[in-house]
Each structure stands twice: as C-alpha cells, then as structure tokens.
Nanobody, 119 residues
Framework: QVQLVESGGGLVQPGGSLRLSCAASGRIFSCYAMGWFRQAPGKEREFVADINWSGGSTSYADSVQCRFTITRLYAKNTVYLQMNDPKPEETAVYYC????????????WGQGTQVTVSS
C-alpha cells in the first residue's frame, strides 16, 4: 500500500482559493492513479477529481468542473487539488486516495483535511 498525508486545509472565503496537497510514500508513486474525495457532515463521501498514473488524464465531478484542478508532481510524490471559487456547501473533510493503475477501486486513503468555506 501507499501512505498518504494531506495538508493545506483551512478556512477559505467563498470565491477565494485554496490548494490541498497530498504526499505519497511507500510505493512507486508513478504506478498509482490518485484521487480526491470529500465528505460533508451527515453526507456520504463523494468523488471530487482524479488523475491517472501519467498525469495525462483527469476527471472531475460536474459540480467542481472548471473550478478545481488536480495535478501531480512526480519529483515530490505529491498530488494537488487547486480549489478556486469554492462555495459554502463544499465545506467538508477532503481525502486523498490512491489505487494501482490496474485496479478500479481506491484502496489507500489519507486521514483527511478539513476545508471550511465561509465568510
């Protein structure tokens, strides 16, 4: 398994920006697809974005398309989620996840980082 540690969460105003980071260790980072999920209080965890092993393919939840961007930096074994124009309803714990490229389900998870969108 790969170990994941998120950082960068905090308080952000609606319309502002925030960048989350997820540092990976333990396995070959380049063999893993990476993703971001979030869970708001009282709700189920939901998909936000993912990026394939090469960084050449990304996908997003419809609700964040064109506002959030997922990227990965191989030199630092890190994946990022740039959040632009976040909305109050996107307040949640954001989780980083990883899966081997040959497997469809995410099996490795970070501990999560709290993002609060409020003025």
């Amino acid at each position: 398994q790969v170990q994941l540690v998120e950082s960068g969460g905090g308080l952000v105003q609606p319309g502002g920006s925030l960048r989350l980071s997820c540092a990976a260790s333990g396995r070959i980072f380049s063999c893993y697809a990476m993703g971001w999920f979030r869970q708001a209080p009282g709700k189920e965890r939901e998909f936000v974005a993912d990026i394939n092993w090469s960084g050449g393919s990304t996908s997003y939840a419809d609700s964040v398309q064109c506002r959030f961007t997922i990227t990965r930096l191989y030199a630092k074994n890190t994946v990022y989620l740039q959040m632009n124009d976040p909305k109050p309803e996107e307040t949640a714990v954001y989780y980083c996840a990883a899966r081997p490229s040959s497997i469809t389900g995410f099996g490795s998870w970070g501990q999560g980082t709290q993002v609060t969108v409020s003025s």
